[in-house]
């Protein structure tokens, strides 16, 4: 990571739909399809979409299994996934404390 405090915010989960799949993922342990839909209010194509970019990235692991007859799909995150999570977190910590510091450069 550079010098560059925004260098903490990763693009991976800054998305808004991508930051809560991953919060709920870690609040959670892991999710199901229609959770995480019916949560982040999100078409399936569009959730789809998302999950595949977190799993190609290696964020979250997606088991797809069947319940009976009908598909199912549950979200966890991996380690990669935790770490990357917490130091986005931490970078966020860093921008909100660095904007209520007083400018001591004015």
């Given at each position: 990571?550079?010098?560059?405090?925004?260098?903490?915010?990763?693009?991976?989960?800054?998305?808004?739909?991508?930051?809560?799949?991953?919060?709920?993922?870690?609040?959670?342990?892991?999710?199901?399809?229609?959770?995480?839909?019916?949560?982040?209010?999100?078409?399936?194509?569009?959730?789809?979409?998302?999950?595949?970019?977190?799993?190609?990235?290696?964020?979250?692991d997606v088991?797809?299994?069947?319940?009976?007859?009908?598909?199912?799909?549950?979200?966890?995150?991996?380690?990669?996934?935790?770490?990357?999570?917490?130091?986005?977190?931490?970078?966020?910590?860093?921008?909100?404390?660095?904007?209520?510091?007083?400018?001591?450069?004015?």
């Open positions: 990571m550079g010098d560059n405090i925004f260098d903490a915010i990763d693009e991976t989960i800054h998305a808004k739909a991508r930051l809560g799949i991953m919060s709920l993922l870690v609040v959670n342990g892991s999710c199901d399809f229609g959770f995480l839909r019916n949560e982040l209010q999100l078409t399936e194509g569009n959730l789809g979409n998302h999950i595949r970019v977190l799993e190609q990235a290696g964020y979250i088991q797809k299994t069947f319940a009976g007859k009908r598909p199912k799909t549950v979200c966890s995150p991996t380690e990669l996934g935790l770490n990357m999570f917490k130091q986005y977190i931490e970078g966020l910590e860093r921008i909100i404390q660095m904007a209520q510091s007083p400018n001591t450069k004015r």
